[in-house]
């Protein structure tokens, strides 16, 4: 079994838009309600590439999965954050792929400067069939602490859904107390 990480390229639309369609049309993870087009997808891959790590895991060939970064908000203050996000292929779930695409995609923010990686959650009121807390209990996993609620923001499939902010500080800021903030974070 042979399995690689790389940058994703344009020509991976497809089968990332595959990838991504089971999201769209089968869960509440997305919040699209329709599957994008191959252009249009592709062109969010362009679009990310120029300024972002963009990263697909392969197995024997096949991206089984994909992870990428943006802008968190397009002021120059916010230079050193970023919003992440992945996606696995349904089937290929629990196999440690997500961890691996995450430690791989933190790894490029590091080296761009990057100090704080943030995730927006779908959260369900309460879980269905469609939203469990499975991305929470995942990003958890990886060091992520909850920042933020947002309630009854999402409908979809006839149902209102939360989102929740994470956050993951990983880097270290000259003159920073980030000490004095993570202890008062918990304090709360």
Same mark, same amino acid.
């Given at each position: ?27 509440? #993870? ?34 089984? =999965? ?19 996000? #992945? ?83 990983? =880097? ?17």
């Amino acid at each position: 079994m042979s399995r690689i990480i790389r940058t994703a390229t344009p020509d991976d639309a497809e089968r990332l838009l595959e990838i991504y369609g089971y999201y769209v049309e089968r869960t509440a #993870i997305s919040f699209e309600y329709d599957v994008p087009s191959i252009a249009e997808f592709r062109n969010r891959i362009e679009n990310i590439l120029l300024t972002h790590p963009y990263l697909v895991l392969e197995e024997d060939g096949v991206i089984q =999965g994909y992870a990428y970064a943006r802008a968190f908000y397009g002021r120059k203050a916010y230079r050193y954050s970023c919003e992440m996000s #992945i996606y696995l292929d349904h089937c290929s779930r629990g196999r440690g792929y997500g961890r691996m695409l995450y430690e791989a995609l933190e790894a490029e923010l590091v080296k761009m400067g990057i100090l704080n990686v943030y995730a927006c959650i779908a959260d369900p009121v309460e879980e269905d069939e469609y939203l469990t807390r499975n991305s929470e209990q995942f990003h958890r996993h990886l060091g992520f602490v909850k920042v933020g609620d947002f309630h009854l923001c999402g409908y979809k499939f006839g149902r209102w859904y939360n989102v929740i902010w994470m956050e993951k500080m990983i =880097g270290t800021r000259p003159g920073a107390s980030t000490q004095k903030v993570l202890h008062r974070k918990r304090a709360l």
